[in-house]
T-cell receptor, first 113, second 113 residues
Framework: GQQVMQIPQYQHVQEGEDFTTYCNSSTTLSNIQWYKQRPGGHPVFLIQLVKSGEVKKQKRLTFQFGEAKKNSSLHITATQTTDVGTYFCAGEGWQGGSEKLVFGKGTKLTVNP | ETGVTQTPRHLVMGMTNKKSLKCEQHLGHNAMYWYKQSAKKPLELMFVYNFKEQTENNSVPSRFSPECPNSSHLFLHLHTLQPEDSALYLC????????????FGEGSWLTVV
């Protein structure tokens, strides 16, 4: 079945450094979504990418969807302490005759002030 | 306020107890989900309901019994759980079960003693 791999599992940075998390799917995706879960909180939807090669920005966050629609990345420029949390990608693809949303295992980001 | 409300937020139960988790969504969605989140498996899909019908059971042990009386309410009945079932149980909803954007509740922290 469809698998979504996300790396790294953990990332620790100094405040002001950049951060990137990568997501790879074993199958071609219809779209990919990104979620953020703050410590002690619940996952919250950030963005959805649909088109091949799509790039979207939200302030310091840049999201990319690969040309083959099998990989994606989230890049944060100049991290701040408010960026701490776990970032999940979720790929939507056909599986067993219907579309399924499969989450990666997440990248836990910690930021040292 | 997420639009998806879960109760109780915290639950401690013995292995012989019977308890239930409750979820209500106010978003007019048709699909509802139960996810289990633990250190070992960050976001593990358990059950999916679409228009009150169960469309997915991810090989969940029978000591977890879901109930969906209507599209707005979802329960997870718990019976003779094990300590390894201690985790955060997240309810979620989406417009349909075809991998639309997932809206999570704040979760119910379950401890089995």
């Amino acid at each position: 079945g469809q698998q979504v791999m996300q790396i790294p599992q953990y990332q620790h940075v100094q405040e002001g450094e950049d951060f990137t998390t990568y997501c790879n799917s074993s199958t071609t995706l219809s779209n990919i979504q990104w979620y953020k879960q703050r410590p002690g909180g619940h996952p919250v939807f950030l963005i959805q990418l649909v088109k091949s090669g799509e790039v979207k920005k939200q302030k310091r966050l840049t999201f990319q969807f690969g040309e083959a629609k099998k990989n994606s990345s989230l890049h944060i420029t100049a991290t701040q302490t408010t960026d701490v949390g776990t970032y999940f990608c979720a790929g939507e693809g056909w599986q067993g005759g219907s579309e399924k949303l499969v989450f990666g295992k997440g990248t836990k980001l910690t930021v040292n002030p | 306020e997420t639009g998806v409300t879960q109760t109780p937020r915290h639950l401690v139960m013995g292995m012989t107890n019977k308890k239930s988790l409750k979820c209500e969504q106010h978003l007019g969605h048709n699909a509802m989900y139960w996810y289990k989140q633990s250190a070992k498996k960050p976001l593990e899909l358990m059950f999916v309901y679409n228009f009150k019908e169960q469309t997915e059971n991810n090989s969940v042990p029978s000591r977890f019994s879901p109930e969906c009386p209507n599209s707005s309410h979802l329960f997870l009945h718990l019976h003779t759980l094990q300590p390894e079932d201690s985790a955060l149980y997240l309810c979620a909803s989406s417009v349909g079960d075809g991998g639309n954007t997932i809206y999570f509740g704040e979760g119910s922290w379950l401890t089995v003693v």
